[in-house]
């Protein structure tokens, strides 16, 4: 079974930084993409980012491109995203989840629908 934790949320004023980070362990990711969505309360969730584990390849939202970097960690098992000059509408909800797609995202766009695998989420508040 498939254990996701995600971290790194938190509390930040507009124009402000964060790293999140979605560990997974006793999972080989080699033939996955590895995917961040973001949820607010009371609307749709998000597709925001993801990347291909097999070549690195990444994809992001419109409304974070420029702004988010998504990486990766082989030796910890580990996607991080992080997120510079946050905006008050990117305070949401944020969860990992993976796809069972090995084929590179210059190829194709990520079907968010066929995630699984979901962490709990972390927090992330943009206010001033």
């Known amino acids: 079974q498939v254990h996701v934790v995600e971290s790194g949320g938190g509390s930040v004023q507009p124009g402000g930084s964060l790293r999140l980070s979605c560990a997974f362990s006793?999972?080989?990711?080699?033939?996955?993409?590895v995917g961040w969505f973001r949820q607010v309360p009371g609307k749709e969730r998000e597709g925001v980012s993801c990347?291909?584990?097999?070549?690195?390849?990444?994809w992001y939202a419109d409304s974070v491109k420029g702004r988010f970097t998504i990486s990766r960690d082989n030796a910890k098992n580990t996607v991080y995203l992080q997120m510079n000059n946050l905006k008050i509408e990117d305070a949401a909800d944020y969860y990992c989840?993976?796809?069972?797609?090995?084929?590179?995202?210059?190829?194709?766009?990520?079907?968010?629908?066929?995630?699984?695998?979901w962490g709990q989420g972390t927090q992330v508040t943009v206010s001033s």
């Open positions: 989840a993976t796809e069972q797609v090995a084929l590179s995202l210059k190829l194709r766009d990520p079907h968010w629908n066929d995630f699984t695998s």
């Open positions: 990347i291909s584990w097999s070549d690195g390849s990444t």
């Open positions: 006793e999972f080989r990711l080699d033939y996955y993409t």
